[in-house]
Structure formats: C-alpha cells, structure tokens
C-alpha cells in the first residue's frame, strides 16, 4: 500500500488549503483514511478520518473549519483547511488501516504517507 500526500504550502491565517492523499488501493487493508499533523517537538497528533463509505470524525482542535472528504474514482482523500491557525502549522500525514473502530492514535495506523508541509503566518 502506497499514499502520497500532497497539497501543502505557505499561507497567511484566515486563508484555505486543501491536501490530497491518493492511494494505491481501495480495499480493506484502507478502509479507514486519516489525516495526522506532527509540528516540531510535539507528538503525532489526530486531525480527522473517514471510510471509503462514508463518515467523517474530527479532533476539537479542527471540528468547523476542517473538511474531510473523498473521491472513490480516484482513490483520493481530501482535507480541506478553511480558516487556517498559526497553531495548524505542522507536516500533514495521510494514513491508512483496516480497523473498523475509530482509532485516534498514530500508533493504530499503519500505512502512511510521506507528508506534506503547512505553514500559516500570522
């Protein structure tokens, strides 16, 4: 299994982003897609997750201005970023498992992607 992010860049705060995350399959060893943000010296930490069909959960931090969503045709999982914090800077990972729980730790997913830079200026 393959993920490849992408999507991240140098904004100011108040603006959007949206990142991709294509995969390589869509299967049960994916059926649960999440997104994860890590800023230097912090842990890994939970932003939103969906399934191939359907539902969508989110951290606190991002409930309200995150939306998760996905393209079946495509194999993508989006997460639109409106209203962008200084706080929501960080390297944006997709991940991937086969759990039909709604895990929220880095440590239940084990497919992911290489990461994607967001950075928001104040």
């Known amino acids: 299994v393959q993920l490849q992010a992408s999507g991240g860049g140098l904004v100011q705060a108040g603006d959007s982003l949206r990142l991709s995350c294509v995969v390589s399959?869509?299967?049960?060893?994916?059926?649960?897609m999440a997104w994860f943000r890590q800023a230097p010296g912090k842990e890994r930490e939970f932003v939103s997750a969906?399934?191939?069909?359907?539902?969508?959960y989110y951290s606190d931090s991002v409930r309200g201005r995150f939306a998760i969503s996905r393209d079946n045709d495509k194999n993508t999982v989006y997460l639109q970023m409106n209203n962008l914090k200084p706080e929501d800077s960080a390297i944006y990972y997709c991940?991937?498992?086969?759990?039909?729980?709604?895990?929220?730790?880095?440590?239940?997913?084990?497919?992911w992607g290489q990461g994607t830079q967001v950075t928001v200026s104040s």
């Open positions: 969906t399934t191939w069909i359907g539902g969508s």
């Open positions: 991940a991937a498992n086969a759990a039909r729980e709604r895990y929220e730790h880095w440590s239940r997913y084990n497919h």
């Open positions: 399959e869509r299967s049960t060893e994916t059926h649960r």
